[in-house]
């Protein structure tokens, strides 16, 4: 039953079965039909035991023929139920398909076998013919060919009044046919052929069609085709055709196209691709016809016969646009051109797509049968490989490659969006496919175009969020912008103008204005996208401000920060916002901006440092403003705020300059020096703090604080960084303030040390004069290293130093323990009184004191010491010319005394000098008389000693009575 007859048959057989089974739509029937079989296949068993019985007791006898002929029908029958049992389609049954195949050779071997003994024993038997073709079919189904062709030859042969007749001749046309011997096959057939009236005719019409087909008897072989279809054509004029039937005569239909194909591709002149069209119409296939013509077009794609597909395909859509599989034509020569990459006619193809659904638009049931379903599958499936080859290309837009590959894109989902209902929800999905690939190689404009067709056009069902898309749409105009320049790279710090943004955002460009419309009207998305978008609401007010609008950037950045603390783009807005501001110097309003931001930033970073910072100076600024123009009042209460609020700020102590500087001009000193003092105590290393130190110093020293001015004008003189630049002059000037300051107080002097002595500095030398003044009036104090070396050079300023400080000099070193030599206080007196009118009126009342203590004991000391140094121990010339040299120049001295305006010094003097001819008189008179000298001699010495001592004692007398006398 294997044979290519039974097979079509069994074929046959299964789709009748499949469509019943379809109907009932239930497993469970075949599973019990299996089931019958089973019980079948038992009894077929049982029979067959019994008749094997019978066989033993009839043997040899007349009923052992038929009883052995039953037998073998009974295996043959049997052999039939397991191969149903072994293609049964219970999942039982196939794990256990060797098995049961193994079973079913098994039944018919002892077919053949019962067979063969049969016509062994009984070769006259009157059923021979029946015994043949049971052998011959087990024998076919067994694998065994060559012994089944001889006994289906041995019945045709022999037997030509057997029922078995023709269908043996069908058996040996199969057998010959599986080796390639059609022309035999042929024989076999026509002898079928000659019996219309047999049910195998159909199948031998069939089968000639295809031995000629084989033959490349084309005429023949569609001729017997026709026949075929017309023998169905006529039977359904009388009754339904059954399902076989119909399936028979699908095959021929469609085999008709392949042998038409063959024959024109041999060239036959009367098979063409013109004419192809009519020849299948005349064979009235009906509904067949559709499949008849894709099946041509399948046939000529296969043979690479493209320009003739192409022509098929146009005159499908001319002549036969209505049937479904027009559309498949198409789709046959779409596939064609994609396999073969011929990317650059595949927009032709996708028109012709969209001409056959505009065509049929108003006949919704071909619209939507499975051709245009196939039809808009296949242009989703090539326009998603296509749109990975472009992404993967990663090329950019000017490449030609892939503005084809673009255009062909394009024109895949266009052509999908028009052959699908308006409202079916993949059009937009379309548009998204296209637009994120538009966006991958940088073609941006149309990936805009496409984003935002689908918020026009947008449908709730849609799986991707509104959001998402409205974003997507942002960024391609973003890019396209930035292709354009017109998104700024760097952004230079403007004066704000006066347009807000209402006002301005109409002066935008169309696209920028469009596009911040969009960022302004976004919907808002997840957490994931949220920093997305902030850069580009960062970017679209960057643009704004590039574009001149800078008063309505700066109202947005404000807003952005305000709602977005924690992106990134908060601090760059509210710098880019400071930095603007701060060109316009309205402090107030800057001032007012850092607060605002200061409010809401995040604390200890390095951005609301600068907040601080900014907000400070602001603020000082303001200050600077109202100290220029004279606004004291208002000054002095925003210095006392910005103090309070910015109490660490560096610029504290330039405020409390300021407040204290309008204080002074308001004439509020106790303000003032409460300002001043302030600064010094808490910013004591600001440069300030020595301004404000001389200011405090001017201010105690109106008020006669000599002390306190001179310890403000010493600190701002010691300074290590002087505020202002002075000249040598005034710097000079300050420190002879300085120092009469701490004289003046009864401070101790200053230390000279840190002047350069050695370069003659009018600064060293008048600080050396005021700490000789120091040293006048406290002797006991302790002196530094470098001063204690000044007593010494005491002497060389009082004798060749200044005229002005000679006399101070000179009174410092007779008031000194220094251990002089006679001439050298003479000298140092003489000095002190030639130079006494050099002095400062105020130095020379000071000295007064000092002078009335130091003058007479060392004139008194002077006079002891010329005692001294002169011995008279005889009158001899030599001793009294040296007395009275010294004597001489004592009176010289004194004479110079007498210049001081003082009575005390002058009756001092005198006396001295008195005293001084009195020691010189006593001196001599004392003197011991020579021992060697006669009496006269003696007389005579004493006599010259009187002449000598007399006008001495004369002149003691005189200038004792001057003394006593002197006013």
Known sequence: ?????????????????????????????????????????????????????????????????????????????????????????????????????????????????????????FPRYPLVDEALFIRAKAKEELGQKDSAREDYLNLTQNYRDSKHLLASYMALADLVIEKNNHAEAIQYLNQIEAHPESSFFPFALYKLAWAHFN?????????????HVHLYLNKSRIEKLSASDIALRENSLMDMATFYFDGYELGNLSYTLSAALNYFQKQQPGELLGKMILRFAKLLRSRQ???????????????????????????????????????????????????????????????QSESYVSARNALTQRAEV?????????????????????????????????????????????????????????????????????????????????????????ASRYESLHSLGAIPKQITPAKPDQLRWDEFKEKLPPQIREWTSWIDSYSGGSSESAETFNSFQFEANRTIYQQGGVRAAIERMVRFSEKNRTSKYAIPSQELVLDSLLLTQNWPEIQRTTRYFLSRAPKSTPFYNRLQQLSADAAFKQVEENYQSGAYDKLIAQAKDYILSYPKNERVADALFLMANASLAKKDEKLASEGYSQLIQNHPKSALASKARLARGQLSLAKARFDLAAQDFESYLNSENPPM??????????????????????????????????????????????????????????????????????????????EQTRALWALLELGSDSDLDLRSQLHLIRSLATHWDKLDSSIRLTMLQQMNSVIPPKLEAIRLEIKKATPMNRASAKAVSIRAEWIKEFEETIAKVMKLPWYRLQASGLMQLALAYDDFVISLQSAPIPKDLSAEESVAYQKSVYEIVEPFSKKRDDIAERAMTSK
Request: include cysteine.
């Open 725 to 802: 630049k002075t000249s040598p002059k005034e710097t000079q000037n300050l420190w002879s303030q300085l120092f009469t300051l701490k004289w003046i107080s009864g401070q101790k002097a200053a230390s000279c040390k840190q002047f350069d002595h050695e370069t003659g500095n009018s600064t060293f030398e008048e600080c050396l004069k005021f700490w000789a003044l120091s040293e006048l009036n406290d002797t006991h104090s302790e002196a530094s290293a470098t001063e204690k070396t000044l007593p010494r050079e005491a002497k060389q300023r009082a004798l060749k130093g200044s």
């Open 1 to 121: 039953m294997k044979t290519k007859w039974a097979f079509l048959l069994l074929a046959l057989i299964q789709t009748v079965e499949g469509q019943a089974a379809s109907i009932l739509n239930s497993e469970n029937v075949e599973i019990q039909a299996r089931r019958v079989d089973r019980v079948a296949l038992q009894s077929q068993d049982s029979a067959a035991s019994r008749l094997k019985s019978l066989i033993k007791k009839y043997k040899s006898q007349a009923q052992e023929g038929v009883l052995l002929m039953r037998l073998a029908q009974v295996y043959q029958e049997g052999a039939e139920i397991e191969f149903r049992i072994s293609y049964g389609r219970s999942p039982k049954n196939k794990s256990n398909t060797a098995i049961q195949l193994g079973r079913y050779r098994g039944r018919l071997q002892d077919a053949v076998n019962t067979i063969n003994e049969l016509l062994i024993r």
């Open 305 to 367: 016969r493209e320009a003739d597909l192409a022509l098929w395909k146009t005159e499908m859509i001319q002549k036969v646009g209505a049937l479904p599989e027009a559309m498949d034509v198409v789709i046959t020569l779409f596939d064609h051109l994609w396999d073969q990459r011929r990317v650059s006619e595949i927009p032709a193809a996708c028109s012709d797509i969209q001409t056959l659904f505009r065509m049929n638009a108003k006949n919704p049931a071909l619209t």
């Open 215 to 227: 033959l490349r008897n084309i005429p023949r072989a569609l001729g017997y085709l026709e026949r």
């Open 386 to 474: 296509l749109q990975d080859v472009i992404v993967k290309q990663g090329g950019k837009s000017s490449t030609p490659e892939l503005q084809l590959q673009m255009k062909v894109l394009e024109a895949l989902y266009s052509t999908f969006i028009q052959i699908v209902p308006e409202t079916d929800p993949r059009i937009v999905l379309a548009h998204y496919n296209l637009a994120e690939t538009l966006f991958k190689i940088s073609n941006f404009n149309s990936a805009t175009d496409n984003y935002r067709w689908i918020l026009q056009h947008w449908n709730k069902v849609l799986k991707f969020q509104r959001s998402e898309v409205e974003l997507k749409a942002i």
